[in-house]
């Protein structure tokens, strides 16, 4: 569990670090558009900085999936809409408000509930149709992506975040279901092609959601999209499970800190001063 705060924790101040790299870049006036500020603000240690902290934040997100259930660890990386937020408070001034502090403390006592009722990672191995089950997902989350500046311009941002959200479940279920870490397995697992293709086509989903739609709206289906499927993928078929008799804390837990997520939605994209 701790793992996996370490993840959102990375996750959510990598997102600030990128929002200030961003709009110093858009600042700075130039031409090449969307393109151009991406590569002016590659220059900026602050967003280096975010992307290293992205990566550090993979790598405790994959040693928490093989920790604990995977509704434990989905419910702990929607918190880092909660870490994005109080960041921001801190250093792009951002206010938040009594309903936002209040959401901040319901996402912690969610998490909490989770910390005290999460059992161990489920000892039932991914079958092979599951394995390709989730490179078919992945697939149709990257045809989503692609089509997402011809998706009809209502219920858009719902559609692109929810692939989104789908294509980070993948992710989060491929980690599981890659037993071995030798290459020839690795290759012969349709898990790794699921995990490689479905990070990639859920960041190019919510890039397109964030550009092209509602963020607020882009952002609640994304917390919804990764953490409700991943986990009855984790309880039924992968076979995770909570304490002896604690399973109604754990529903509780991930009610309440999914819904305190939700309720901080509009973080999911870089916050701005006038926010």
Known sequence: MLCALAAAVCFGTATVLQA?????????GGRGGEAGVLLRA??????LAGLGLDGLGFVFQVL???SIPIYAVGAALASSLAV???VAARLLRVRLGRAEWGAVAVVCAG?????LSAGTEGDTGGSDALKFSMLGVALAVLGVGLAGGRLPERGRG???????????????VAVRLIDSMAVPELLGNPATYALLVGGGAAFLALTSALQ???VTVATAALVI???????LVGVVWLGDRTREGLAWLAVLGFVVSVAGALALARFGEAPGEDE
Not at 20 to 28: D, H, I, P, T, V
């Open 20 to 28: 200030m790299a961003a709009r110093a870049a858009s600042a700075q």
């Open 42 to 47: 590659l220059r900026q240690w602050r967003y």
């Open 64 to 66: 928490a999936l093989r």
């Open 84 to 86: 994005t937020a109080v």
């Open 111 to 115: 998490l909490a509930m989770l910390g």
């Open 158 to 172: 719902l559609v692109l975040g929810l692939a989104a959200g789908f294509g980070f479940g993948v992710v989060e």
């Open 212 to 214: 092209r739609g509602s």
């Open 225 to 231: 999209g990764e953490t409700v499927g991943p986990a």
